[in-house]
Structures are given as C-alpha cells and as structure tokens.
C-alpha cells in the first residue's frame, strides 16, 4: 500500500479546475446517456449506470438532469454518440490519454489533432502511450472519512488494491472491473464517496518544472474546452513549489 502520491494532488487540482459546471453536467449527462442506452436503463441492474448516476450526484447535478439524459436514451432522443479514445505525447514527452463521446468521428478527430499541433503536443496511433497506463477504479474520500487505518481496513475488506491517504484525503484503488462492488462495500462502511470512477493511472511519471507545467496545462486546457472531450489523463507530476506558482 502506497503513501499519498502527487499525482493525487493533481487530480484533485483537475477537478476543482474544470471547466463551467454547465459543461461538467453535459459530460455526465452524455456518459449517463450511453450507459442507459448501452444496457438497462435501470441503474440498480446497469453497473456503468449506476457509477455514472452516483459521480453526476457526487457533483450536485440536478436529478432532473440526470432522469432526463436517462429518459433520452430510453427514448431514443439525442445524438448517437460514440466512444474514442486518442493518444499522445504533451510538451516535455508528457504522455496524454483523451476520452470523448462524439456524433462526428471526423470533427473531433480533426479537433483533437489540431489542439495537440497548437501547444506543442503530438497525436499518436492508439496504443501509441496506453501501455504507459493501468486502467483502474478510483474512488476518493475526504480526510474525515476516518484515519488511515480505518480506511485502509475497509478498502482491504472490500477488494480494494491499494490506498493513499494523506492530508488532503484518501484516494483508493480498485481493479476497473471490480469497481461498482468495491464502492457499495465501502459506501456501507464509510459512508457516501467524494468520487467514484474509471480512470487511467500512471505506471510512471514525468516531472516537470513551471514552464513545462505551464506549457503541458496550456494544451490539456485546451482539450478540455472541447465539447467532445470527456476527460484528459496525463503522466506528469511537479513539486508542491510549482504547482503553486501555477
């Protein structure tokens, strides 16, 4: 079990730093919208539904949103979206991961291509950096959720793989097939999660300095803004001192 990792701290930093709520209900409502439409619209008998739904809530999206991107995809109402993945290298050979949902391959290839030209990145063939990469279930508590004995018993107890608990929380890992099981065993020992997801973690990481920083947050910025773009993983890390010259 490994001690709190940078890599944490930055995830959260992404979190806080997303862009407009507005934006962030879309994403959910576009995830929860594939999911019901892929299997059962009813979350207690789809697991990716139901850690769609529960993220969505973890993020105070109303659940009229939520009932409503559901009653899409049972409807047969919205786009068809579908899922690509694209791989690539940032300044300083960051390795990058972008998700999206898409109803136009071509545009958000086109998009996605031009954002990395731009910032000095380059986009890659899938595979290209995914090997870098371990996909994994993540779930995140708050410091308060108990000490980190306690979590780390309950996340043992549950099937977790590995814990970090610092200061700011506690972040645990999980096989990403065993993920939905894992989080209701240990919302039933410690209580609602701050997040529950999929996630690509790093195997290894590329420190960077502030003008690295500065360059690599300018390009995944710059993904982020895309409307196709559901989320952005990289493999970097940077000292306490550069992240809050940032």
């Known amino acids: 079990m490994a001690g ?21 209900f879309s994403r959910f409502s576009k995830e929860i919208t594939v999911a019901a439409r892929m299997g059962d619209p009813d979350p207690d008998k789809n697991p990716r539904l139901r850690l769609a739904v529960k993220e969505a809530k973890a993020n105070s999206m109303p659940k009229d949103n939520i009932e409503r991107a559901i009653k899409k995809a049972t409807g047969g109402e919205g786009e ?5 993945r694209y791989e690539g290298y940032g300044p300083g050979g960051v390795a990058i991961i972008v998700e999206a ?30 090997f870098m990469f371990d996909r994994m279930g993540q779930i ?29 929380g506690h972040v645990i890992w999980c096989e990403f097939n065993a993920l939905a099981e894992v989080s209701a065993a240990l919302e039933a020992a410690l209580g609602e999660a701050e997040s ?6 790093p195997q290894t990481v590329t420190e960077l300095d502030l003008e690295g920083m500065q360059k690599l947050m300018k390009l995944i910025d710059a993904l982020e803004e895309d409307d196709d773009v559901q989320s952005v993983t990289a493999n970097f890390e940077a000292s306490d001192a550069v992240m809050e010259q940032l």
Do not use: C
């Open 196 to 201: 529950t997801r999929l996630v690509w973690k």
């Open 140 to 168: 995140l508590y708050p410091a308060g959720a108990g000490d980190a004995d306690t979590v780390m018993e309950a996340a043992i107890e549950a099937g977790a793989t590995d814990v970090e608990s610092g200061e700011d």
């Open 101 to 130: 949902m898409t109803d136009n391959r071509n545009r958000t290839a086109s998009n996605v291509r031009s954002t990395f030209s731009k910032y000095g990145g380059n986009l890659g063939e899938t595979g290209s950096v995914g």
């Open 4 to 24: 709190h990792s940078k890599w944490a701290n930055i995830q959260h930093r992404k979190g806080r730093q997303d862009a407009a709520r507005s934006k962030l």
């Open 80 to 84: 068809d979206y579908e899922e690509i």
